[in-house]
T-cell receptor
Framework: SQQGEEDPQALSIQEGENATMNCSYK?????LQWYRQNSGRGLVHLIL?????REKHSGRLRVTLDTSKKSSSLLITASRAADTASYFC????????????FGSGTRLQVQP | DTEVTQTPKHLVMGMTNKKSLKCEQH?????MYWYKQKAKKPPELMFV???????INESVPSRFSPECPNSSLLNLHLHALQPEDSALYLC?????????????FGPGTRLTVL
């Protein structure tokens, strides 16, 4: 079953603008991860944030986590056409199940 | 080598055929996964193998049969599939070392069932 809902479902911006995607989840987590998927391809891991962390940066990516609100956001700064892809949050639940549950995804289109 | 490979890239099969999907990784990972993904949807977990033992089966129909011959290989045997089984099948692997697990995905097999 789907653990996370992402918002917005689709986002279209111009190159150079920032893109923000939000993820909400329902149950307690060990960590939350963000993945990118180019059309019809495999997923690529972007960043992992642990439940005791509030913010993490990696290059042009900034992820925040608010466990009290059960939500996370992914910010991509200075977007490029190559950032066009679907972005999924994935939660590692506090159940010891060793499996990720993916959110519904945000389709990002960056116009050159 | 941080690559997960999957073969074939595309597969078209009839409902009476038997086929297999293959996945391979050489990162020393001890957990391997099969996901099914329909268009514009997130990946849905099917099976998890941990240390070559099936640890999770997400109530997948028996027409899908996973196999883990060794720690580097993962197969998905297909038999008597339905057209609604057409999807992108993704394989992934992770360390399964007890800490947070990043998963590495293969490019997927695009399956069409006629």
């Amino acid at each position: 079953s789907q653990q996370g809902e992402e918002d917005p479902q689709a986002l279209s911006i111009q190159e150079g603008e920032n893109a923000t995607m939000n993820c909400s989840y329902k149950t307690s987590i060990n960590n939350l991860q963000w993945y990118r998927q180019n059309s019809g391809r495999g997923l690529v891991h972007l960043i992992l944030i642990r439940s005791n962390e509030r913010e993490k940066h990696s290059g042009r990516l900034r992820v925040t986590l608010d466990t009290s609100k059960k939500s996370s956001s992914l910010l991509i700064t200075a977007s490029r056409a190559a950032d066009t892809a679907s972005y999924f949050c994935a939660t590692d639940l506090l159940t010891g199940r060793r499996a990720l549950t993916f959110g519904s995804g945000t389709r990002l289109q960056v116009q050159p | 080598d941080t690559e997960v490979t999957q073969t074939p890239k595309h597969l078209v099969m009839g409902m009476t055929n038997k086929k297999s999907l293959k996945c391979e990784q050489h990162m020393g990972h001890r957990a391997m996964y099969w996901y099914k993904q329909k268009a514009k949807k997130p990946p849905e977990l099917m099976f998890v193998y941990s240390y070559e033992k099936l640890s999770i089966n997400e109530s997948v129909p028996s027409r899908f049969s996973p196999e883990c011959p060794n720690s580097s290989l993962l197969n998905l045997h297909l038999h008597a599939l339905q057209p609604e089984d057409s999807a992108l099948y993704l394989c992934a692997s992770s360390q399964d070392g007890g800490g947070p697990d990043t998963q590495y995905f293969g490019p997927g097999t695009r399956l069409t069932v006629l």
